[in-house]
Each structure stands twice: as structure tokens, then as C-alpha cells.
């Protein structure tokens, strides 16, 4: 019986001191990620609330509608190609974002207002757009609310559901990813034990990519995946505006895509678990002149293709641009 109890006494300290190391380790990891996004943004006042932004970069501005679990640093990490090609990028958070407020009225269309409000302050009359995921509706809105302003449109992986799409709205979530939405949404402990302890269904259920094909990528494409997925921290910073983007994703939008200008480029991947090769190619086809461009394999973040996909967009953006002349 004694030595029962000794043994159940060695194994409670045990489990005591490894959560003990757990949290240590959490307090720690948490510290940095939020000293992270603390850096390098600013806050503007405007009739949609706190707009978080960044800028980075010099040469022409351009202006990037991050994804869903994103904000600012989310757009400064997937911008390095582009701000290489010399562009300055304009990051804003969206709203319900890091440091942005989250009005009464998310909408895209209000967005795609609130990014106007921020080009006039920053005296910037025109610039591309570049919307990816979650952040395609609010960059199709900018297009079509404000088309002398946009000179040009790229939209990735377009987490979009809009209104006659015959796909209709986005595929119904599994347990997996309800459990991610419901519950890890609002703890950053959850989804930091998540990434640690069951990194292939965090890739899977998370960033919508086969950890199959995270696998077999070069050490360069592994490893940005990975950091996409860790710069989801602190999570519990982005709750409101991922449950803007839940919603958005699962109601139909009314978009007046045929009314769009600016010359446009789609891009998404078959692959894609949020199955946004429907909403792309439904994009392309309303979009006067669109090109789609589509690779068979890569997931939702476009694994192994990120050099390539970012030459196609970069000599799309070389492109003349005289609707806008």
C-alpha cells in the first residue's frame, strides 16, 4: 500500500512538474508573439474606429488585404517577394484585427472603405491590391466601391461566397475545424498546444494544406508553413475578426464583380481544403479580362509554388495599366 501511494505520489509529481514546464514554456512562447505584433504598426482614428496598419518598403505603394488569422504581420510575412521587387506595402489589420476596432457593420464594403480612409491619409491615390483568402472580399469591394483607386487586383486563394456562385458558400466545416473555430479561437494556450502537439492537423484543419504536401516540400517551403501557422499567435488577439470572416465565408456576399475595371489576376490551388478553385474561377468569369491562374497541388497556402506563383503576379503587376489612365 505504501508503496502504491509512493508511486502515486512520484507520478502526480511528475505530471506537476511537466505542467509546470508547459506553462513556463506557453508564458514564454506568448511573451514574444505578442512583443511581435506590438512592433512596427500604427494606429489611425477614423470613422470606422482604430485602423492598425504598417508600412514596409519603398517604391510604389501597394496595398494587401491579409487572410482569415491574420493582420499586419500576417501581410508583412507573406509580402517579402514582393517588397524585394521594390514595392512599398501598405498592411493594414482588418477589422476585428490585432489593434483595429470592430465596427457594428464588418462588411466588406465597409473595409474596402475604411482601406480608402487610409490611402487619403497616407496621400496615396491609386495602388494594386492584392486580396488573399479572407481578405479577397474586402479587395473585390475596394475594386468595385472605388475603381479609380485601384490600379490593379490580385486575389488569392479567394475564401469567398459570393452571391450566384452555383458552388454556394464555402464547404461546411469538419468536427476538427468546428472544435479549432469554437474553442481554440479563444485560447492561445489551446492553439499553441495544438501546433505542438499535432502540427499535421493543425496544417490540415487550420491552413486548408495536405501535411502530406507540407512534407514533401523543400526545407524553405516547410519552414514558411510553419511560420504561417505560428503567426496565428496570440489567436485570442484576432478572435473577432476571425469570427467576421466565419460568417462572411458561410453567407453568400452580393458583389458587382461585372463592374470591376481594374485589370485582374485569380489565383487558387485544386487542392485547396476550403475548396476556393470554385470561387476562383466563378471570380474570373464575372471579372471583364480576369486571367485564372491554377495549380494542381499546394493547398490553401500554395505550398511549393511560392516562388513561382510570385513571378506571375509580379509581371502581372508590371503590366500597363491604362484603364486607370
Known sequence: MKRALSALG???????????????????????????????????????????????GDGEPLLISHGAGGGFDQALFGAGRLLAAGYQVVAPSRFGYLRSSSPDDPSPENQA????????????????????SAGAPSALQFAVRHPDRCRSLV???????????????????????KAIIERVVKSDFLFWLGINLAPRSMVRSVLATDAAVVAAASAEERRRAYEILWNVMPISEREEGLRHDAWMASTPQSMRLDQIKAPTLVISLEDDFYRTIGAARFIAAQIPGARLLTYASGGHIWVGHDAELFVEVEEFLKQPTEKLA
Open 155 to 177: 486575389v488569392m486563394v479567394p475564401a469567398a461566397s459570393v452571391a450566384g456562385d452555383p458552388q454556394g458558400p464555402m464547404p461546411s466545416q469538419g468536427p476538427l475545424q
Open 113 to 132: 472603405d475604411a482601406f480608402a480612409f487610409l490611402l487619403d491619409e497616407l496621400h496615396v491615390q491609386n495602388v494594386p491590391v492584392v486580396g488573399i
Open 10 to 56: 512520484v507520478t502526480a509529481c511528475i505530471l506537476g512538474i511537466a505542467a509546470a514546464v508547459t506553462k513556463s514554456k506557453f508564458s514564454a512562447a506568448l511573451k514574444i508573439e505578442r512583443e511581435r505584433v506590438r512592433r512596427g504598426s500604427r494606429i489611425l482614428s477614423s470613422p470606422f474606429g482604430e485602423i492598425e496598419f504598417a508600412l514596409a
